[in-house]
């Protein structure tokens, strides 16, 4: 890799912070910058872009690869000092992280630090993405958190992204937010960090493990169970809604296009592979297998470079129907973003790939929305040899009750339950569909008038005196719950 390193560096044009930022996104890589000791640093590819601002980059430096950190803006100095001087704190408080090799002025302006690249580095974000046995790691991540507050730094976002393991134990990433307060750290404030901390894991029955770990770095402080679980609802709120910005907009997740006549968005990682389909979504649907053909929607089973997808195009039924639409986001929107929501949240559904408007000005008019294929069977099938029984088959009954469960304590209705759009996948049990009604309420009692009607429809899909009938109403939610009335 170091000899394909060096050879495309030094053939790569030699760029100045001015022109990388003047590039936006569309960056010149491979290219070279020259530094200020009057080396220079090859850069093979980006790997995340801030558009002006910086650029994080595998690189080639003195023959070595290194993680390359370009501050490219105006007033990059700011932040490249910050952080430069944040791993120097964790370095100085024996905190394992990426040490730096070399930081400084690139000629012709802007900053860059140096770290070493880490190839089979993973962050903790990436191994609960793929799934299995992270307890571990979260305890080890909590752990070093403790570790932190104890010698009085504080890491203003300690979200799963910032935590590398590089073998097993996590190493801290992100200098620019790392800070020194009195050491120890506050209780306050180390019970906020934590908070922050467990706001971005997968949701826990009980905090007692992680805090256990917590203190085995920060043995002075005990932070209490039900002081933390108000501030992660408060943090994981917050989040949630900082993510479903982040879909409609552009940034480092998402490619936004918008025109008079045209709105897309889609995954930026999807954007080149899907760039055919958003130039022509009914094109795609065409040659694709029909799924449904309806008045308010048409439903469409997609190949595109080898991915299955489901194109769904939300149909103008009439002049009347176009006129209460147009001023209102489309059902692809809603849809859109409710798919991020529960993603966010862990609930199984198809992942959204891209979102696709057309407009007149302010008003629409059809949409098409861009999700995953998922080919698992509906519930009405799937269960359809059980309806007899005093109950579904073990691994049903505990994904039913963990799904329903969930959906209700985030106050989320679906709108329109019924077994068809509850599908089964042996890896993640319960995985929901067709999200154009799906609300989730910030109030109690509007959400338990919502479940109860969720609840009578999804019941309905089976006989009144039938066993599994008789097993959903005792183990649902129950429709009528004094204290969410009250709320």
């Not at 698992?376 to 099938?381: A, F, K, P, Q, T």
Request: net charge positive.
């Amino acid at each position: 890799m170091n000899g394909a390193l060096r050879e495309v560096s030094g053939q790569a044009p030699i760029l100045t912070a001015a022109e990388l930022a003047a590039a936006r996104r569309d960056l010149p890589f491979p290219c070279a910058l020259r530094l200020d000791d009057g080396s220079h640093l090859g850069l093979l590819r980006p790997l995340r872009v801030l558009p002006g601002k910086r650029i994080v980059g595998e690189g080639l430096w003195n023959e070595r690869r290194v993680l390359a950190k370009l501050f490219i803006s105006s007033g990059s100095a700011r932040h490249w000092r910050r952080e430069r001087d944040g791993l120097a704190l964790l370095t100085a408080a024996g905190i394992p992280t990426t040490p730096i090799l070399a930081a400084g002025a690139l000629a012709g302006g802007g900053h860059y630090l140096l770290t070493a690249f880490l190839p089979d580095a993973r962050s903790l974000a990436s191994e609960l993405e793929n799934g299995g046995d992270t307890r571990a790691r979260l305890e080890a991540v909590c752990a070093r958190l403790g570790q932190l507050h104890a010698h009085g730094l504080v890491h203003g976002d300690p979200h799963p992204g910032n935590f590398l393991f590089d073998v097993d134990e996590p190493l801290v990433i992100d200098g620019d937010a790392v800070q020194r307060r009195a050491a120890p750290l506050p209780g306050p404030d180390a019970d906020a960090g934590l908070a922050q901390l467990l706001a971005g894991l997968p949701p826990e029955k009980t905090l007692d493990t992680l805090i256990a770990a917590y203190r085995t770095g920060n043995p002075r402080h005990a932070p209490s169970s039900a002081a933390l679980w108000a501030r992660i609802d408060r943090y994981r709120r917050e989040r949630l809604m900082d993510y479903l910005s982040k879909t409609v907009r552009p940034c480092s997740l998402f490619e936004v296009r918008r025109t008079v006549r045209r709105f897309t968005v889609v995954a930026r990682a999807d954007a080149a592979a899907l760039a055919p389909l958003l130039a022509g979504p009914d094109r795609a649907m065409a040659s694709g297998i029909s799924l449904k053909k309806g008045c308010t929607a048409t439903v469409a089973r997609v190949e595109i470079d080898g991915r299955i997808l489901t194109v769904k195009r939300y149909n103008i039924k009439n002049a009347a129907h176009a006129l209460s639409r147009a001023w209102r986001p489309s059902r692809a929107w809603h849809s859109w973003r409710e798919g991020h929501r529960l993603h966010f949240l862990g609930i199984a559904t198809p992942m959204p790939r891209a979102l696709i408007e057309e407009r007149l000005g302010p008003m629409r008019r059809h949409a098409w929305l861009v999700t995953d294929y998922h080919s698992g069977r509906n519930l009405l099938e799937h269960l359809a040899p059980h309806v007899d029984a005093a109950a579904p088959p073990p691994a049903e009954s505990e994904a039913l009750t963990r799904f329903f469960t969930t959906l209700h304590a985030h106050r989320i209705a679906h709108g329109d339950l019924k077994a068809n759009n509850l599908l089964w996948d042996e890896a993640q049990g319960i995985v929901v569909i067709d999200l154009d009604a799906m609300t989730q309420y910030t109030r109690a009692a509007a959400h338990a008038r919502a479940w109860r009607r969720d609840r009578a429809r999804l019941l309905a899909n089976w006989p009144a005196d039938s066993g599994l009938h008789r097993w959903l109403d005792e183990h649902l939610p129950p429709a009528f719950q004094r204290h969410f009335l009250a709320a």
